[in-house]
T-cell receptor, first 111, second 114 residues
Framework: QQQVKQSPQSLIVQKGGISIINCAYE??????FPWYQQFPGKGPALLIA?????SEKKEGRFTISFNKSAKQFSLHIMDSQPGDSATYFC??????????FGAGTTVTVRA | NAGVTQTPKFQVLKTGQSMTLQCAQD?????MSWYRQDPGMGLRLIHY???????DQGEVPNGYNVSRSTTEDFPLRLLSAAPSQTSVYFC?????????????FGPGTRLTVL
């Protein structure tokens, strides 16, 4: 049973548009929420991460929004570019080392 | 730094065969882990290690063994391969497993069990 539920499974966005990926969790012991980006044939790479004492974090065109009371967090990709086409994974972690991943969202940006 | 390296990149096994997936890192990281990636299921933790000589089970450990004799290496052994083990396997490492240390992933090994 996945501890982090991610949606949608895939999305298509036009160049310049906004991509939004949502994740939800149940375990309130999670204290670190990273997002990973994976290109075909490569391993995942850390994109951006947030701690639950912060409601939003922005790095360039990527923003995490975090709603602690709803136990939800989301990734927004602003001004989406073809180079952003990849699979995105949300994850959650407790202090005991283990990362729990969502199922992944494949983002396709059409030029 | 080479980062996290994995060999082989591709492997085909027959049911019942055994093999070892190799993982090495040159960043002097304490924490290393193995994940498998299957469509629609994200990455699932198989085994992890918090230092040389210390290993523990993750979410899906059955059918896999690990050992950690050095800081650099963390091999994953399939004892008797089954078609259900067809997957892409990723090794990852971080300076420390606790809290907010970034995990670095290797390029993966694509395994097919016939």
């Amino acid at each position: 049973q996945q501890q982090v539920k991610q949606s949608p499974q895939s999305l298509i966005v036009q160049k310049g548009g906004i991509s939004i990926i949502n994740c939800a969790y149940e375990n309130t012991a999670f204290d670190y929420f990273p997002w990973y980006q994976q290109f075909p044939g490569k391993g995942p790479a850390l994109l951006i991460a947030i701690r639950p004492d912060v409601s939003e974090k922005k790095e360039g065109r990527f923003t995490i929004s975090f709603n602690k009371s709803a136990k939800q967090f989301s990734l927004h990709i602003m001004d989406s570019q073809p180079g952003d086409s990849a699979t995105y994974f949300c994850a959650a972690k407790r202090g005991d080392y283990k990362l729990s991943f969502g199922a992944g969202t494949t983002v396709t940006v059409r030029a | 730094n080479a980062g996290v390296t994995q060999t082989p990149k591709f492997q085909v096994l027959k049911t019942g065969q055994s093999m070892t997936l190799q993982c090495a890192q040159d960043m002097n990281h304490e924490y290393m882990s193995w994940y498998r990636q299957d469509p629609g299921m994200g990455l699932r933790l198989i085994h992890y290690s918090v230092g040389a000589g210390i290993t523990d089970q993750g979410e899906v450990p059955n059918g896999y063994n690990v050992s950690r004799s050095t800081t650099e290496d963390f091999p994953l052994r399939l004892l008797s391969a089954a078609p259900s083990q067809t997957s892409v396997y990723f090794c990852a490492s971080s300076y420390s497993g606790l809290f907010y240390n970034e995990q670095f992933f290797g390029p993966g090994t694509r395994l097919t069990v016939l």
